[in-house]
Structure formats: structure tokens, C-alpha cells
């Protein structure tokens, strides 16, 4: 398996972002990363601007809804109208176009001192067909935690990521639940718009492009590398998405380098997304974080949603008692760093 890392959920000029397709484009291919997702609201004008920019994949979706029931449609060629009280309506839209489709940013509560106060959370818990939940979101939850003035002033200019503590609990725990009715994918997104902000004198851009760009990221497990033709490359990433092949690194924390996590059982290996068949005695689970410090890495190991066991290591190998459903997250220097979707033994 080949591994590609890229952002999800930047918007661009085509809606209320600051720089169009070929600047964020531009600012990619300085990154490291290997793939982009745009996603401006209610619109698809980016699609024809995707494509290859300096070796980055640029692929472009929407985000679908205004008030509320916010979704990351991805794969489409038709734009999907908004439907903020039947978000149902815009999964079936998405799904009829052969598309996959994210809740964005689930349980966003909104800060009194941004944007008055005003908030996009998801509020239909009964849909179904939806491929998967962003669990992270970055913009959301660093404005979530400002409180006041003061505090909005204190993160802009002295403490930028003190308000950011990893997935949302409440996003984990439905991810959880729902993983065991049936495979939805986990995804963090940046929400993407290098805003500039000025109070009088004071000036400030929050959250430059190329600063998101080495934050919340998606690597992506592929079977081959990442084509050069434009068309396949794009197969190859939302079809990783779609089947859950992928986790999330926090590259503030650190890069993913020498992660894995694999569950093998007889001849056969399991990566994230895919399942694999309990053996007795048989089953082994392995996460690797190599060339890390063994004192600096605390890895939790999570089945069906709670925790199933925590130890300060760089590296956990051992036989797995029973079936389940598994997942590992990963903290460096006590920092939020990487979170994978699961493996299923069934």
C-alpha cells in the first residue's frame, strides 16, 4: 500500500475564501502534501480548475446547506441544491450522482464574538447514507473556545492552538455508534478560508492557507501510487475515502512517518477501512510509530468505541482476545496527533 496526505475542506474565492484555485494551488505544492479537496459553499464553479498543479491533486466538491446540516459532497459533477431542513433530500441528491459525502463540522457551537454569535451544527441525527463524519474541525473548534474579546485577542496573537484538543468527543462517540451498524469513514477538515480581520489599527489573518496546510490532514491508504492521469488519481482518492483507508495526522503535532497500524490473522493483513477474519490465538494487532522517542508517543487502542488499552510506547504488538471493532489514537508530546479510522474483526 502506497500512502498519500492531503487537506479537506478549504474554500476558495468561487465562495467566502481569499485566494482563488491556482494560489492555494500554488501554496500546496510547498507543503508536502499530495492532494486538496476544495469545497466552496452551495457551488461547483471550481470544477473546472481541477486538476494537477505542481504534482498536487486539486479535486473540488461543495459544501451543501447555509444555516445548518452543513455536508462536504465530493465525487459530484452537478451542483446539489441546499436543503438546510431536509438534509436527507441533499445525501440522496449526492448518492444519485455516484458521489460520497461528509457532516461537516457536527457539533459546531459558535463563538458570541464571531459572526455574532452564529453556529452550523447538524441537527438530523436520523439520516443514513451518508459516507462518513468529519470528526475535526480545525476553524471550528478554535473559534468555538473564544469566549469574549480578551480570549479572541489572546489566540489571535499569542496562543494560536490553545483551543485545539483534537476530534470532537461528541463526533468520536457517534462515529463509534455508528461504526457498528455498519463502515462510515472518519475525516478532519481544516475549513479552509485565510481570513483577514481588522479592528482599527489591528490587522490579522487567521489561519493562513499554508499554515492549515501543516495541521489536520487525511493520509490515504492507496494499492498503487498515486496515477499521473488525472482522471484515475481521482478514483484512487475518493475511493480510499470512501472505504474508510485512511487516517488523520495532526502535522502540528508531528508528521506521520513511520505510523502504522495494521491487524493480521493467518496469511492475511488489514489495514484502516478494511475487515479481517478473527482467529483465535491467530489475530495480532501491531501499531508501529518508528523513529519516534518511545517516552513522547501514549497510543490508546479503542474497541467498539471504549477504550481497550493505553500504555506510553512507540510501538504496541499483541494478540487480540476477540472481535471487535479497533482503533488507535495517537498523542505526541501530549499533543492531539494521529486518529485512524477502524480496522474490523470479524
Known sequence: MQMVMGNIHIHSTYSDGAA?????????????LDYIIITDHNTLRGLPEEGFYENVLVLCGSEINIEKNHYLALGIS?????????????INAVKEQGGLGFIAHPFDKGSPVVEDGRSYPWEDWQVKDFTGIEVWNWGSQWRDA???????????YLKQEAPITGPYP???????????????TAIAGTDAHDFHIRRGPLQRRIFPYDYLFHTVNNCLFLPQPLSG??????????????????FIVNRRAGEPDGFSFTVSSGKRTAIPGEEIEFKEQKTI??????????????LKII?????????RDN????????????????YLNRKPWIFTNPIYVV
Open 20 to 32: 482563488g484555485i491556482p494560489e492555494i494551488a500554488r501554496l500546496v505544492a510547498k507543503s508536502g
Open 78 to 90: 452537478r451542483e446539489v441544491a441546499a436543503n438546510d431542513g431536509n438534509p436527507q433530500e441533499v
Open 146 to 156: 473564544i469566549k469574549n474579546k480578551p480570549m479572541a485577542l489572546y489566540f489571535a
Open 170 to 184: 461528541e463526533a468520536m462517540a457517534f462515529f463509534d455508534r455508528t461504526s457498528r451498524q455498519r463502515k462510515i
Open 229 to 246: 492521469d488525472f482522471e484515475k488519481a481521482k478514483e484512487q482518492v475518493l475511493t480510499a475515502l470512501r472505504l474508510g483507508r485512511a
Open 285 to 298: 494487532l501491531r501499531v508501529r510509530c518508528l523513529g519516534r522517542s518511545r517516552k513522547k508517543v501514549f
Open 303 to 311: 474497541r467498539n468505541g471504549e477504550l481497550y488499552w493505553e500504555k
Open 315 to 330: 510501538k504496541v504488538e499483541g494478540l487480540l482476545g476477540k472481535k471487535g471493532i479497533y482503533r488507535v489514537e495517537a
